[in-house]
């Protein structure tokens, strides 16, 4: 089986991290899965602390790529048509004409997504599954590709409104970004010409690559019998004692979908369980909902994806 099916992507991508991580001084493994949500067609959900800098990977994601980028600061206030945008009356036409909002983009930044209320966050979600927006009964399709990556802060309560588990499970993967090492930030800082180098780094694809490898990870990234049992195998998770609620559908169709990207990352045109191993982390712990006497033991979605990691049969 030919390891390498097409060097041409695999040269694509390996640029885009490179050149995010001259700037990002964090994981490498974060840039990596984000990117293969990307290429997944999949969404991004960014738990961490305030000036960890999602904002600005975001920024260097939507740079690299070659897209299209939109932030929307996320407030209590925010009405829908903020969002989505709406129809204002031409007096010079005579005629009303759709004043489109900012998720008329490629990546769009939901930051602080949780502090605007339900009807608000609730603009997003047909967007997020159809790629489409509907505007005064009007139904616009978005650019492709269409990335949302949200942003919320995980130890500040007041003032925000939880994201309901059919939103959460919209968001492929889950990812908390940690901490840089601080010294190694401090001197690249050093050397930049201004605040936000983000535009600096050039564009190493384009919108119309990135749908050409979306629809070579559907076609030509193998994926065997065994390894469809073993991600169907997640499943057992549903019946666990501890869990009110487990993995839907859609988080097992995002597990295969994630694999398929990060077997290409890693330079193969087949899954394997490892990429299983891999993904599986950041895509199913935020569809599990734990008992609360469990999660008062300190236990989590987390914890419990790990543990069946460990125990579930792994093919061969």
Do not use: C
């Amino acid at each position: 089986m030919d390891i390498e099916a097409n060097p041409e992507y695999l040269d694509d991508i390996n640029s885009v991290i490179d050149g995010i991580s001259k700037y990002y001084v964090g994981s490498r493994k974060s840039v990596e899965i984000i990117l293969a949500t990307i290429l997944s067609s999949g969404h991004v959900l960014i738990e961490d602390f305030p000036g960890i800098g999602k904002t600005f990977l975001a920024k260097l994601f939507s740079t690299a790529l070659g897209l299209k980028f939109s932030r929307i600061q996320f407030t209590p206030d925010l009405l829908p048509g903020d969002i989505t945008g709406t129809k204002i009356y031409k007096q010079a036409s005579g005629s009303f004409e759709i004043a489109k909002g900012p998720i008329f983009a490629n990546i769009i930044l939901a930051d602080e997504i949780n502090r605007a209320p339900p009807k608000t966050q609730s603009a997003l979600l047909e967007a997020m599954e159809e790629s489409q927006v509907t505007i005064e009964g009007e139904t616009i399709h978005l650019q492709k590709p269409f990335v949302v990556i949200a942003t919320q802060n995980p130890i500040e309560f007041q003032g925000t409104y939880p994201l309901p588990e059919a939103e959460l499970d919209r968001f492929m993967v889950r990812i908390s970004l940690g901490y840089p090492d601080d010294r190694t930030l401090l001197e690249r800082r050093i050397s930049w010409e201004n605040d936000d180098p983000s535009s600096s780094i050039g564009s190493a694809m384009s919108a119309d690559k990135i749908n050409q490898i979306k629809e070579y990870l559907e076609t030509r990234i193998t994926v065997s019998k065994e390894i469809l049992d073993y991600i169907s195998s997640f499943s057992k998770l549903r019946n666990d004692e501890r869990v009110i609620a487990g993995p839907s559908p859609r988080g097992l169709i995002s597990t295969l979908r994630l694999s398929r990207a990060i077997a290409l990352l890693r330079g193969r045109d087949f899954v394997t369980p490892d990429d299983v191993k891999e993904v599986a982390p950041y895509v199913l712990p935020h569809r599990i909902v734990v008992k609360p006497d469990v999660l008062y033991e300190e236990r989590s979605g987390q914890s419990i994806v790990r543990e069946y990691l460990g125990k579930l049969e792994v093919p061969k």
